[in-house]
Every structure is written in structure tokens, then in C-alpha cells.
């Protein structure tokens, strides 16, 4: 029942609700009475939702308003629709079998689920290291003095700090809603600056000029593919947020993170498309800073600095964190070390970052990992609903699965299309 559920709020996973660092939230009268733990679900939420928004989300949005113009939104609309078809499928299956995705996918068949974890966490630690490069160049944004390697060092011990702390799942919780809630009041100051053709971009939403289908996988790839959509639902599952009872919880966080992602995605465009609308051309080199530049002059430019550090900073934590929940699954000593995997890998990020260095490659080829990922996870997770040896008496909504197995084949004919023209062609 409800009002006897124990819910967790840290880092680590139930398993480990034992360990004397691990201190229980009781869900208290009245979140027994709602059965709905905002802070919790929207920790969830904005967890997913800051992963997906990083650099590279802030460069593709503007990068396609620029080519596509108002048939942007078009894009952006179907790409919504299949993120939150393909994330409410996700996160339901992974509540209610109370197992990360990686378990249900080796139960399915030995080994899938670690060739799954392997892949995910290889598109992490890639994204990670772009996501280490941004946060450093929005530090050099707004200290000049400080060059990007310093920068990206400054907020690799900033999300260090974070996991070190006690009561490391609750501040992380914290720490992504305060930093997306600036975020999207950033990028709101940056539209209301601009005079975009509001009008064009509703119609054109709905009646595009053109169509580009690697844009629609690059976005969807980018906000529920590879580690991104198992950001909240893992982390619900940590926290101890599983089964039926739980699903009013899934549901609400899941159409949270997405509404919240695709807030910051409309906002942007917009703003974009207002500053595009005027005919600047915008600086290829970095055409998100320009469009800000362009929007609010010399203040922009610093907003654009601090979008820019907090889309990353709150990116690296969801990657560091979903990438080693995957992890998880190969040896029991990173479950039971996996705050300090976390650090280490948020490390190796930035490690590589500083001495390698190439995290736009990076991304670009990240980005087209998820989009090849997202069919074969979500796949799984269709099947693994219809097993009552992964999901007892659950019964998943057969309009839900008709969904899911809808967007699964779109993504995987858009996912090979856009290889070969990316790769082949």
C-alpha cells in the first residue's frame, strides 16, 4: 500500500537501503494520502530532462532552425510525440518488473542486457566528454580569464562535490531543478528579446516547406535515446519508487520530463528563429552563442555562457549517473561502490576531455548512436511487458505496446536511413 511505502533518496540502489550511509525518506501523510512524491518524481523528471538538455542539444536546435527555418517546428512536433510514446513505455516496463533496463534485457535473453549497458555507457562516457567541454566553455564565456580546460576542470569538482556530499541523491535532485528551472528562465529572457514570427512557426508546424528525417532522429536520439531515457526511471527505481502502485508516479514524472525538455527546445527555437528571421547568419563556429549575441547584445552573450554551463553541468551528472546504473549490472562491486564509479567516471570525462580534447566529433557520432539504440531498447522493453516472468500480473496497455512498436520501427527505418547518408552515401 501506499501509505506503507518506503521510498529511498539517494544515489545508491535499494539493494543497498541497508548501509548505514543510507537514510529513508518516509513518504509523509500527505504524500501517503496523494500517492504522488513531487520532489522525488520531479527530481526524476528534471534529471531526464537536463540530461538531454546539454551542448549539443543547444547547437542542434539552432544549427536546424538555421537550415530548416519554421519547418523546424514540424520537426520538433513529431519528435515530441515519439519521445513521450517511447519514454511512457520505458519507464512503466522498468517500475513495475522493479529491475534496471539492462536485467529485464539479460532475462530476455543472456547477454543482451549487457551488450546493452556496454553500448549505453560507451554514448555516455562520449557525451560526457562534450558535455565537460561545454561546461568549460560557458565558464570561459563568463570568465574570460579562465580558459575552457580550467573551466571544465572547475565544474567537474562542482559534480564531484555533489556525489561526495551526504544525501548525495536528494542534492542531485535538487541541484537539476534549480539549475534547469534557470535554464528555461535564461532562454525565455533571450525570446522576449527577439520578435520571432510566432504565426509562421505554428503554421509551418503543421504544414512544413520540407521534412528532414535525420533532424527527427537526431532529436528524438537526443532526448530519449541511448542513456537519456533511463536517466529517471533508474533513478526512480535507486530510490525505490517500483511497481503497479507506483505507475501514477511513472506517468506524471514521464510526461514531466518531457514537457520540460521540449519547453527548453520550443523556447530556443523560437528564439532562433526570431534572431534568423532578421537575416543574421549565424556564426557556424558556435551558432548558439551567436543567435544570443545576436538577441540580447553583450548581456546575451553572458546568458548564452550560463545556459550553456548549467545545460552541461546538469548533463554530466545524468550521464555520470545513468551510464553507471547500466554499469551496475557487470560486477557487484560497482553496485556497491557506485558513487565513487560515479566520480570516476565523471573523471575519465573530463580527463579525456583535457588531454584529447574533439568533443564536437564526439557528439555528432554519440548523437547518431542513440538514435540506433532507442529501437533496440525500446524493442526490449515491449517485449519484456508482454512476459509475466518479468512483469508478474502487470497488464501492459495494448494501445501503449501498438505505440511502442509504432515509433520502434519509424526509429529503426530513420535510424538506417540516416547511416547511410551520414556514413554510406
Known amino acids: 500500500m501506499a501509505s506503507e511505502k518506503v521510498i529511498t533518496q539517494t544515489g545508491r540502489s535499494s539493494a543497498s537501503t541497508t548501509s548505514a550511509s543510507t ?50 517546428g514540424f520537426v520538433i512536433l513529431v519528435s515530441i510525440l515519439l519521445d513521450i510514446g517511447a519514454q511512457l513505455n520505458i519507464w512503466r516496463v522498468i517500475v513495475v518488473a522493479k529491475k534496471r533496463a539492462q536485467d529485464i534485457a539479460n532475462e530476455l535473453l543472456p547477454g543482451l542486457g549487457f551488450a546493452i549497458a556496454g553500448a549505453v555507457s560507451l554514448g555516455g562516457l562520449a ?50 531543478i534549480l539549475m534547469g528551472g534557470a535554464l528555461i528562465a535564461m532562454t525565455l529572457y533571450v525570446l522576449f528579446s527577439t520578435e520571432t514570427p510566432v504565426g509562421e512557426a505554428l503554421y509551418r508546424s503543421v504544414w512544413p516547406e520540407n521534412v528532414d528525417v535525420i533532424a527527427i532522429v537526431t532529436l528524438v536520439g537526443g532526448t530519449v535515446g541511448g542513456y537519456i531515457t533511463f536517466a529517471g526511471a533508474h533513478r526512480l527505481i535507486d530510490a525505490g519508487v517500483t511497481g503497479q502502485e507506483a505507475l501514477p508516479q511513472v506517468n506524471r514524472g514521464s510526461i514531466s520530463a518531457i514537457s520540460l525538455a521540449s519547453l527548453v527546445r520550443i523556447v530556443l527555437f523560437l528564439a532562433a528563429l526570431g534572431v534568423i528571421s532578421q537575416g543574421v547568419i549565424l556564426d557556424p563556429s558556435n551558432p548558439p552563442a551567436s543567435m544570443f549575441q545576436h538577441a540580447a547584445g553583450h548581456i546575451g552573450y553572458k546568458l548564452f555562457g550560463m545556459v550553456l554551463w548549467a545545460a552541461a553541468i546538469t548533463s554530466v551528472i545524468g550521464a555520470a549517473y545513468t551510464s553507471v546504473s547500466f554499469l551496475k549490472t557487470l ?30 566529433t564526439l557528439l555528432i557520432i554519440a548523437g547518431a548512436l542513440n538514435g540506433i539504440i532507442l529501437p533496440v531498447t525500446l524493442g526490449t522493453m515491449l517485449i519484456a511487458a508482454r512476459k509475466k516472468t518479468v512483469i508478474g500480473h502487470y497488464e501492459h496497455p495494448v494501445w501503449m505496446s501498438v505505440v511502442g512498436w509504432l515509433i520502434t520501427a519509424m526509429m529503426a527505418a530513420m535510424s538506417v536511413y540516416t547511416l547511410y547518408t551520414m556514413f554510406l552515401k
Open 23 to 72: 537514510k529513508p525518506h518516509s513518504i509523509t501523510q500527505s504524500e501517503s494520502r496523494s500517492g504522488f512524491n513531487w520532489s522525488l518524481i520531479m527530481g526524476a523528471a528534471f534529471l531526464m530532462a537536463t540530461s538531454a538538455v546539454g551542448p549539443g542539444f543547444l547547437t542542434q536546435t539552432t544549427v536546424f532552425t538555421q537550415t530548416l527555418g519554421a519547418s523546424f
Open 127 to 176: 557525451f560526457n566528454v562534450g558535455n565537460i567541454g561545454g561546461a568549460g566553455m560557458g565558464m570561459n564565456v563568463l570568465f574570460p580569464s579562465l580558459s575552457p580546460i580550467v573551466g571544465a576542470a572547475i565544474s567537474a569538482v562542482i559534480a564531484v562535490t555533489i556525489f561526495l556530499l551526504k544525501d548525495a541523491g536528494k542534492i542531485m535532485d535538487r541541484f537539476t
Open 331 to 360: 560486477h557487484p562491486m560497482i553496485e556497491k561502490h557506485s558513487s565513487a564509479c560515479i566520480i570516476g567516471f565523471i573523471v575519465a570525462s573530463s580527463l579525456i576531455f583535457c588531454f584529447v580534447g574533439k568533443p564536437v
